[in-house]
DNA sequence: ATCGCAGCCTGTACGC
DNA sequence: TGCGTACAGGCTGCGA
């Protein structure tokens, strides 16, 4: 599901394919909960007419800096999806909102699942501003983290995922940083030693650029799952070291990967690589 | 401070 | 074949 690499990835087709600079000719809503807490009338109303003049990422926000002030903050969630479209291309019954632009192309946004929202603001760092450190960024630095997990007493999953600790990682990256790094989803983060540490924050960043090389992970069907702009899946599933995994051998010892529920979601390690003491 | 859980949704994979 | 159920995982908000 879209994380880090799978958002850095729409971006980077977002702003090859020419959609910076456009105009915003209309907005069409066709799910209320996507624009929350503002109806779509009203959000219509403010963005219609916008010119784009950039497109970024902020942990796995899409940030869509518009003419006039305000951002848009795009987050894919589940199964959010960005596509470009010519009309009178019928409409998917999952694209929930279409912005028309004034090259006459349409900026689709499709979302099986609805969990994602379009958020209007002219503050986007109120809510960018409580997210943890880009783990990509040049400022990310191995000291400020490893000062930053031991003034923490939590277990590596649920701090991985938490996005105010750092920004990007989901379920799937989460699982194979710790792989690469060789510690136990379970272990907590005040008992790692300094090489550990060291491990952890050089894992992050390899697993995360290793995803944006790849384009993304695509598990299953690509309508579903992640797919890039033009509908492509990515290629990163088939370097996954652990990630779904269940019962086949680890790349490094051979040991059968399992699968354990940390945090209320799945977990896949080696249980050799990875001891828990 | 940290954890567990419900809720937001729908498609898919399973058992019978 | 069809039906029912569990499950997938990002994030928030709640109570413990």
């Known amino acids: 599901m879209p994380e880090l690499p799978e958002v850095e990835t729409v971006v980077r087709d977002l702003r090859?394919?020419?959609v910076v600079g456009r105009v915003i000719e209309s907005v069409r809503v066709y799910w209320p909960a996507?624009?929350?807490?503002?109806?779509?009338?009203?959000?219509?109303?403010r963005v219609r007419g916008r010119r784009i003049l950039e497109i970024g990422r902020r942990a796995k926000f899409i940030v869509i800096r518009l003419s006039g002030g305000y951002s848009l903050l795009v987050h894919l969630r589940m199964t959010g999806q960005m596509g470009l479209a010519r009309p009178p291309e019928p409409r998917d019954k999952h694209q929930h909102l279409i912005l028309r632009l004034d090259d006459g192309r349409e900026l689709r946004y499709r979302d099986i699942r609805k969990f994602g929202c379009w958020i209007l603001t002219d503050a986007p760092d109120a809510i960018t501003g409580r997210l943890g450190p880009e783990p990509l960024a040049p400022g990310?630095?191995?000291?400020?983290?490893?000062?930053?997990?031991?003034?923490?007493?939590?277990?590596?999953?649920?701090?991985?995922l938490d996005q105010t600790f750092i920004a990007g990682l989901g379920n799937i990256y989460a699982d194979e940083t710790l792989w690469q790094a060789r510690l136990h989803p379970l272990r907590r983060s005040e008992t790692?030693?300094?090489?550990?540490?060291?491990?952890?924050f050089k894992a992050i960043r390899a697993t995360l650029k290793r995803g944006i090389r790849n384009r993304g992970t695509t598990l299953g069907n690509a309508k579903a799952n992640f797919q890039s702009l033009e509908g492509r899946r990515g290629a990163n599933q088939e370097q996954l070291k652990v990630f779904h995994r269940t019962g086949q051998p680890c790349p490094r010892c051979n040991t059968p990967i399992r699968?354990?529920?940390?945090?209320?979601?799945?977990?896949?390690?080696?249980?050799?690589?990875?001891?828990q003491s």
């Open 16 to 18: 090859a394919s020419g």
């Open 34 to 45: 996507i624009t929350a807490p503002l109806s779509p009338a009203f959000f219509a109303r």
């Open 140 to 160: 990310f630095r191995s000291g400020d983290f490893i000062a930053r997990l031991s003034r923490h007493r939590r277990r590596l999953k649920p701090l991985l």
């Open 192 to 200: 790692l030693s300094a090489p550990e540490a060291r491990r952890l």
């Open 259 to 275: 699968r354990l529920i940390v945090a209320q979601r799945s977990s896949h390690v080696c249980p050799r690589c990875q001891r």
